[in-house]
């Protein structure tokens, strides 16, 4: 009965969403009624979809081989926790995570816009409902998780072993409630464009893009985490095209977000708000179609079904009509009654127009090398690969040019600003970056002996905005009253410090990273970064659902206690592909990382074994950067929220 109730459940909640979007879309006088009854209708859509994913979650408790889709992703000895993290681990439970997500930010938005105009944030709630109704009718019609089979399996398949890690708890959700915030600043821009709007409709929409920014931002960060441990790989970012499918909506989103300030405080911008705004859904949806439609081979992608990748193609391509048509149709109705007075190229404004303009030619960049491939190879013209080398060549000279607009970011006044007291303020900066030109390079050439010029100059314009950064935040403090530091700046300052850190972690494992498949049998030794790694023994273990062959390493550092590190070649039950666990001794400014690798004679595992050994220093502080950046951005969400 399980099956059937989610399935119930499901109608329930598709019904719910059509009514929703009738009642925000259809009268041309919205009335207390249409708003009552687009709020009531959401609630139902509310409980018809997480009733359903409670449902799906509770077949794959009970084992329910009955479901193909329990079938297919679980086993009787797949522990609880994996079990319920199952329900999101295939195409079809994470679709309608994806519509479950977005009834929380329904939700969320109703309550926000209670105190709006009542006729736009009906519109609003509108346009909500047709996302919805779209995501649900895909979910019911082409990728129910409901469908039985007859007669039902005595054993499933198990879930893929490279998702049999705590990181599949609470990865995928993370991503979603950042990929799926994104239909909320689309829904309030094309409700204004086709109805109109309040004047303040782009400030309405600033708490929503930093909380989907946040969100985003930890669901990347613990995506890279989890594929930094679990694959083997020691790396953290492989420009794999599925992580650009995530990374693109961030570069989006951290753009409106800059133009949201400009817009909000100085009216400005309002094209440039919808189009990102337009842009960041569609690339959420861009991202949903790659991991779902077969068209590309990756880690990441768990379905291979071009029927499902063609209809989300499809709204795709509507979403872009749609919203395009009303843009050139209706574009006057985004600007605002007030104007800012112009602006200077040496002004905040400028640098609020620049640093979007930035993030969306290197959203473009990946684009283009994401998609180049898969048109090169639908045209005939043979198999493309672009990989790691294109993407670092075309980012870094987007993305340093961006630190440096940042370091004047805390001092730029509005409208115009004067070069001589512009200076005056940065001098402090000044003097750190001078102090930095000489002292980095004899640090760097002391603790590695040689300079690597990227990372120098990258570890020197992060110095200049972490400095430039705390210094701007005390001034103000002792300018305004610590107790007047509000949330907005507060946020600003946590996002910028982060992208500092983000950019010494970024520029170390670049530069001065070490990667390393060596010969290692039970009793060899091995350095590494000045310490001695000890391969002391090989022992067969069993797990509750996997076999594994496990290696145990001391690993002696100077000036510290002996440190043992066991790495494993699991065998899972079901499958047939071989799971890595690395072991990790790590620092807060190095990683030693290893790998047990395949062995070299397979009719006598005790013998050699490949193993990856890698030193990564200051890898955490990527991760500690983008922390940052997240908790600015939840900041920022309180601060416009209580504006």
Not at 113 to 140: D, I, Q, T, Y
Not at 148 to 166: I, K, M, T, V, Y
Not at 429 to 444: M, N, Q, S
Request: charged letters at 10%; one cysteine or more.
């Amino acid at each position: 009965m399980t099956g059937e109730l989610g399935h119930l459940l499901l109608i329930v909640a598709l019904v719910a969403a059509a009514v929703q979007a009738l009642a925000g879309l259809i009268p041309a006088t919205v009335t207390f009624a249409h708003q009552r009854l687009a709020h009531t209708a959401l609630g139902w859509q509310t409980l018809g979809a997480w009733g359903a994913l409670v449902a799906l979650a509770l077949a794959f408790v009970q084992h329910d081989f009955s479901l193909a889709y329990v079938a297919q992703h679980s086993h009787s000895t797949l522990p609880l926790a994996y079990c319920v993290a199952a329900t999101w681990g295939g195409h079809e439970g994470s679709m309608l995570l994806w519509a479950a997500v977005l009834t929380l930010w329904s939700l969320a938005s109703a309550w926000a816009l209670r105190e709006a105009p009542a006729r736009w944030g009906v519109r609003v709630l509108g346009v909500l409902g047709v996302v919805s109704v779209a995501v649900l009718a895909f979910v019911l019609f082409t990728s129910n998780p409901f469908v039985r089979l007859l007669p039902a399996l005595d054993e499933g398949q198990s879930l893929n072993p490279l998702l049999q890690d705590p990181g599949l708890v609470f990865h995928p959700p993370l991503l979603y409630l950042g990929y799926v915030g994104t239909a909320v600043p689309l829904a309030m821009t094309l409700a204004t464009l086709a109805y109109g709007g309040p004047v303040n409709w782009a400030r309405r929409m600033r708490p929503f893009v930093a909380v989907a920014l946040g969100f985003l931002s930890l669901g990347i960060a613990l995506g890279s985490w989890w594929a930094y441990y679990e694959l083997g790989w020691g790396g953290w970012w492989f420009w794999d095209p599925v992580e650009n499918a995530s990374f693109m909506p961030w570069l989006i989103l951290a753009g409106l977000m800059h133009t949201l300030v400009a817009r909000d405080l100085r009216g400005g911008q309002p094209h440039a708000t919808a189009w990102l705004a337009i842009f960041g859904f569609a690339l959420a949806l861009l991202g949903t179609f790659l991991v779902r439609s077969g068209v590309l081979t990756s880690v990441h992608a768990f379905a291979s079904d071009p029927r499902r990748g063609s209809v989300m193609l499809a709204l795709l391509a509507a979403t872009l009509l749609v919203s395009l048509g009303l843009w050139a149709r209706h574009g006057e109705r985004l600007l605002p009654a007030r104007i800012g007075t112009g602006q200077a190229m040496l002004s905040r404004d400028s640098l609020l127009t620049l640093m979007p303009l930035l993030l969306g030619v290197a959203c473009a960049s990946v684009l283009l090398g994401t998609l180049y491939p898969l048109a090169m190879d639908a045209l005939g013209l043979g198999k493309l690969s672009v990989g790691a080398p294109y993407f670092d060549a075309v980012m870094a000279p987007l993305l340093l040019p961006g630190a440096v607009l940042l370091l004047p970011a805390a001092w730029l006044r509005w409208g115009r600003d004067d070069g001589a007291a512009l200076w005056r303020r940065l001098r402090p900066t000044a003097w750190a970056l001078g102090v930095g030109a000489l002292a980095l390079p004899a640090a760097l050439w002391g603790a590695w002996g040689r300079v690597e010029l990227l990372t120098a100059l990258a570890l020197w314009l992060a110095l200049g905005v972490a400095v430039s950064t705390l210094h701007g935040a005390v001034q103000r403090g002792r300018q305004q009253g610590w107790r007047r530091f509000g949330a907005r700046p507060a946020g600003m300052v946590l996002a910028h410090l982060g992208v500092a850190v983000f950019m010494v972690g970024v520029a170390m494992v670049k530069g001065y990273g070490v990667e390393r498949d060596v010969r290692l049998a039970p009793g060899d030794h091995h350095r590494l970064a000045g310490c001695d790694l000890h391969f002391e023994r090989l022992a067969a273990q069993r797990g509750p659902n996997y076999q594994a062959m496990a290696a145990t390493f001391q690993l002696n550092c100077p000036g510290a206690a002996p440190r043992t590190l066991v790495t494993e070649k699991r065998a899972y039950v079901g499958s047939a592909m071989p799971m890595t666990e690395s072991a990790i001794d790590w620092g807060f400014s190095r990683d030693l990382y290893v790998a047990l690798g395949e062995a070299l004679q397979p009719d006598d595992p005790r013998s050699a074994w490949s193993v990856r050994v890698q030193h990564k220093p200051f890898v955490r502080w990527i991760w500690f950067g983008v922390l940052g950046m997240a908790l600015g951005a939840f900041c920022a969400a309180w601060g416009a929220k209580r504006a």
